[in-house]
């Protein structure tokens, strides 16, 4: 009801994959953190400890998720940032090789292809796209595909939690015991925009050298606010890169070093009213279950969904088992066998007030179903495909 009554009225929407819609307790908690800042004054004392306040309960609901402790997490503005800040951090060497799914958002792609060109590193590539099988197959051969890719020299291997085009599943503690066992132990970036908010974390999160998210997709908190959660070794590790107040462990007396703890990547001044809002998200999706029971919720509706399509003439899910979370991408083709354009496809359902996204890599339209999907919603998407699919001669 607290989504219906404002951030959902008017519209079947099925893009929390892109950015979820924001509860309206979420935001009058931001207005209501805005109206405080503004009473009290934005830069007095009497402020700084309702700042502070916030900042570390936030903190410790990110790492309660995450399954970790609080001091491990950064608060970063979005998942590229948790992905770039740390990563530029390391101690990297000539030649080292960074191992990169072929599944990855462009945005860490392009981000470690800079990386490589700068450190003279070197990128290969895992294949995670064809991976559209069940679950355990699913995992084995993707540790196998990892075994094989592995080298002397691999020093990083980055991988998604959940693959922002397929919506597949992968074993991040799995392919973080792997790793542990490696001569060199690389360390383990997973970017965990999709999974944020719509899968357990724990214990993969904590099993990564930098798990990062955002609180704007599938938290449906607001935009420019999100977290990396890293690991003792790379803390011990690392070193700051943007630095800012944030960053010192005192203003005052910047000589005395860097924090220790996830702060060193944090930088100087951010939006706090952003802390109640997201905060206040996360309460909602808590009361919903656990993160195991909302991910059931979450997989009937991407099930029932991934069931209708397969009755729609030429439509082809592409995975080839139920989606393990809420993740459901498709493809229509014509009679003739060519694929239906997938900007034409959202176009056409957004005319609708239907609201999902065309990907290009693969050609595929993606829709994403949560805790607030309701079977209107499925029953009207799935009428809306199939007045498509006959239109253009399916």
């Known amino acids: 009801d607290v989504y219906k009554r404002q951030a959902l009225a008017n519209k079947t929407y099925f893009n929390y994959g892109g ?6 307790p979420s935001l009058e908690a931001i207005v209501a953190s805005w109206q ?15 700042v502070e306040h916030d900042t570390n ?11 970790a402790p609080p001091h491990r997490i950064a608060l970063t503005e979005n998942v590229t940032m948790g992905c770039v800040l740390p990563l530029w951090g390391l101690p990297w060497q000539a030649g080292d090789q960074l191992l990169l799914s072929d599944g990855e958002h462009d945005g860490v792609m392009a981000a ?12 290969q590539i895992l294949p995670v796209q064809q991976l559209r099988s ?15 890719a592995l080298t002397p020299r691999t020093r990083l291997v980055v991988l998604s939690h959940l693959i922002w085009t397929t919506g597949q599943r992968m074993p991040i503690a799995g392919v973080a015991e792997r790793l542990g066992a490696h001569p060199n132990q690389p360390w383990l970036l997973v970017d965990g925009a999709q999974s944020f908010g719509s899968l357990p974390l724990a214990p993969d999160a904590a099993a990564a050298d930098i798990y990062a998210f955002t609180g704007h997709k599938w938290a449906c908190g607001p935009e420019g606010l999100g977290g990396v959660l890293l690991s003792e070794r790379l803390l011990a590790e690392s070193r700051p890169t943007l630095i800012g107040w944030r960053t ?31 905060h206040t998200s996360m309460d909602l999706l808590d009361g919903v279950g656990s993160a195991e029971e909302r991910l059931a919720l979450v997989r009937h509706h991407s099930e029932t969904l991934w069931l209708g399509l397969q009755g729609v003439p030429g ?18 083709h014509r009679g003739d066998g060519t694929l239906l354009e997938s900007d ?3 176009g056409a359902l957004g005319d609708q007030g239907i609201w999902l996204r065309s990907l290009r890599d693969p050609v595929c339209v993606r829709a994403c179903t949560h805790v607030t999907t309701t079977s209107e919603d499925l029953e009207r998407l799935l009428e809306a495909v199939h007045q498509i699919a006959r239109q253009h001669g399916c």
Do not use: Y
């Not at 439509?315 to 229509?332: D, E, N, Y």
């Open 112 to 123: 470690c292809q800079e990386l490589a060109r700068r450190f003279a590193l070197e990128i």
């Open 344 to 346: 034409s496809v959202v």
């Open 36 to 50: 405080r800042i503004q009473e009290v004054g934005p830069f007095t004392t009497a402020m700084w400890p309702v």
């Open 57 to 67: 309960r936030l903190r410790q609901h990110l790492a309660q998720w995450c399954g």
């Open 134 to 148: 069940d679950q355990a197959s699913t995992d084995a051969t993707l540790l196998a595909g990892l075994e094989q």
């Open 315 to 332: 439509c082809r899910p592409l995975l080839l088992a139920p989606p393990p979370a809420g993740l459901v991408s498709f493809q229509l």
């Open 19 to 24: 950015q979820g819609p924001l509860p309206t």
């Open 248 to 278: 010192l462990k005192s203003e005052e007396a910047p000589g005395e070093g860097f924090h220790r703890d996830g702060r060193r990547f944090e930088v100087a001044t951010s939006c706090t009213p952003l802390l109640r809002g997201l």
